[in-house]
């Protein structure tokens, strides 16, 4: 807790999170904001695309020039409607845009169009799996709002605001479509909660590529998620202050978050004093949260409707069009894809868990076993993956490419061992695995002479190892298969080599 | 004084046509007045002397090949609240200066494309907050019938430039009678089409809701020939009316009020107008009566709850569409001044502080706080109702009659500085102009003659229902023929002459 410790303005009192619950139930709220992945802005023209140079992807609607007037983009309202049905929200029979009034550089308008009190969506609920038991969480409501745009603070040691000496805004990001979908108090979870929190953004990330709306990566910010905690001395009881933690951006991130939440307001209400209604930041590289804005420094936002944009009236026909081209909700997928591949609930839990679901159905799909393509995802990749700090579907293989290593294990072309070079390969950048095992030479040694060769030359240099064997000590094989791999340098059957020594001794 | 400046623009485009003149001649004949009496009246803030004329002999070349249209090769001023590509854009304020925008409004683009050269911007009351044009940050316009008075507001500077016959034609936009009144005030005609008739894209928003721009002119025709030009659907404006407009120049032709039912509207009138209006007016309601017309009184009820719920809504969305101006991303910038480095949020301030002037910031103040937290349904909540009540009262007045008219303004133009330090006596002169932009329903004004007291011009407005604009032009048209018959010719004949500057 070093690193707490030197922000000692901002450190707080925790009690153990275990002790906090035992005297406190938690509730919880979570709003998440996904940035859609729509061609064009929410109100213009102007490409989506992340990590152009700065400034490039602009026009004089998203930077605001004067008399430049928004037109709604009616791929993104597509998206809204299918992200409320998929949520079982009752989609508006007709619903308006609201201006959010505030100042900040990095707002082109200095207000954002946003929905208000006319969301697209509202009154919802999904059954989500914590842990192997099933919650139910209501939703509030899904809205449509635009991106703001992104400050770079140049000059200060942490890149925040704060000791810069100037700072630079990109307006790429402005105008981008967001969705932000708010979930009702999250109640009953119990010590669940940051499971539950973690399980939510999990399962509406999962919920949200099956719809193909978003790409949902966390680390570039298109889901982004605010934490809403309250406690309150026991379940019966009105709902206590909340604090809410802004921009928590990794599935981890929303897990601790929770619990320094319940720890830092636990200590606080048993010590007598109150929680703060108030805005947190959470900070990725310390695990803590602290204060922004409170309530009483709130901003009115001053909001009326947008009299530049014309209420929104999709029609009963154009919903249900949209419901049926709905994917199969994530629940039932599920089920149909154990039942498939016959995972029990356990093995089924770690490929979700892992976030390989989809990765594994697609591997599948090329051909592999769901034994071998859940092996490969969930061991050797998942390590990869780990260690490069990425999530499993950004590792640079493709579900095909995994499904092609296994055929050529499958084929005896490769061992386990040789594979895991072939994968290595891949992700190098070397090419498909056919071309890795050509250009790195790692195809098993299939020529019995050479083979045989080999096998003879190893009982020759261990006599007595050879001579346990013919005397019935077939596990000292071991040995010999060492030798014979060490001189084929790994590249050959060693289930072959067993049977070759074991015929040449009897 | 050239002939060609006193040519109206149907006139004009005549000329053109036959070869007799070429838009460059017109075009240089415009700029040569400008040159002449603007620094007596004021009405530019940017004349745009090489663009207009490089344009005239483009549009002399696309004659030559062959091409035709209505205004090709027609001079026009545009009202400096629309951005023109290259060209600076103030909206009369000082927040602005400098700016040149990098795109071109949908209007000004229709302009470009129907071949007619760009003299210049006109003058303004800042951000067209004002009825007089004297809260430009640039000075005021004066009106060319006396120049001791205001041409109107806020387009003071487009109607002062038609009446002095520095631009056969200019572009107003009208949020609460910025068009018509000044119209009424130098003896033009200006009109307000239905809202959603004429593209917002590139009109720097006052109060999105109301705003809407539209012709001025000195004949019904004139501006039906450019209401032509300019209206139609925008795909960059969501709310723009997509139909098929009818031609109002073939409205204008026609002028045919036989039959016609005429409501006069009780509550536009009387007390609070001024005498010389009055009469006016009543003589412009008997030649209806003579020329046929079936004139009645309707009464709008709620028409006198406009002025205050039009104060409640515009500086509402002012204040909003204000809030761009923050020295961010152009215009003015000012540093704070006693602070070392400054925030983003100081440099806002100071620059708003120093950049917009006194009515402005009075109207962001008022919208702020009618939108505040607690205040918004008592203020704004409640102006949109009465909002919708107005609609209602035309609906009503609607079923009744075909067109509604009224005195334009209350009064003829007062003296510069007379209302400047008296807000609410400025507002006042909105009064009749307002309902008509709360309803979104179209107006246009005409010269109704000169009062009797100062001999100043006085102006009377026609009302439709939204969409029939053309029905406005059938009107104007055959009124405009009948009061000319009566004065012998075109009221500005009788304007004195203004000196050209030495």
Redesign the interface.
Known sequence: MTAVSTRSTNSAELMPFDEALSQFDPVLGLEVHVELNTASKMFCGCSTVFGREPNTQTCPVCLGLPGALPVLNAAAVESAIRIGLALNCDIAAECRFARKNYFYPDMPKNFQTSQYDEPIAVNGGVDIDVDGQPFRIGIERAHMEEDTGKSLHVGGATGRIHGADHSLVDYNRAGIPLIEIVTKPIEGTGRLAPAVARAYVGWLRELLLGLGVSDVRMEQGSLRCDVNLSLRPDPGAPYGTRSETKNVNSLRSVERAVRYEVSRQAARLASGRRVVQETRHWHEDTGVTTSGRSKEQAEDYRYFPEPDLVPIAPSVTEVERLRASLPEPPAVRRARLQADWGFSDLEMRDVVGAGALLLVEQTVAAGASPAAAKKWWLSELARRANDAGVALDELAITPEQVAAVQSLVDAGRVNDKLARQVLDGVLAGEGSPEQVVIARGLEVVSDEGQLSAAVERAIEGNPDVAEKIRAGKVAAAGALIGAVMKEMHGQADAARVRELILEKLN | MSDLTRMSAVALAAALRGGNVSSVEVTRAHLDRIQAIDPAVHAFLHVDVDGALEQAAAADERRAAGEEGALLGVPIAVKDI??TRGMP?T?GSKI?HG?V???D?TIVTSLRAAGMPLLGKTNMDEFAMGSSTEHSAYGPTRNPWDLDRIPGGSGGGSSAAVTAFEAPLAIGTDTGGSIRQPGAVTGTVGVKPTYGGVS??????L???LDQAGPVARTVLDAALLHDVIAGHD?????SIDVQWPSMAAAAQVGDIDGLRVGVVKELGGEGYQRGVRDRFGEAVRLLVDAGADVVEVSCPHFEYALAAYYLILP??A??NL????A???GLRVLPDDVA?PS??QV?AATREAGFGDEVKRRIILG?FA???GY?DAY?GQAQKVRTLISRDFATAFEQVDVLISPTAPTTAFKIGEKLDDPLAMYLNDIATIPANLAGVPGLSLPSGLADEDGLPTGVQILAPALEDARLYRVGAALEAMLHERWGGPLLDSAPELEAAA
Request: with cysteine.
């Open positions: 629309l951005v854009t909206c602005l700016w925008p990098p795109y409004a917002r894209y590139g009109l720097v928003a109060a999105s809701s795909l960059m404006d969501s709310t509402s969305e204040s909003s809030a761009k101006f923050d961010m991303r152009y480095a983003a949020e806002m702020t939108l505040s937290s918004y704004y």
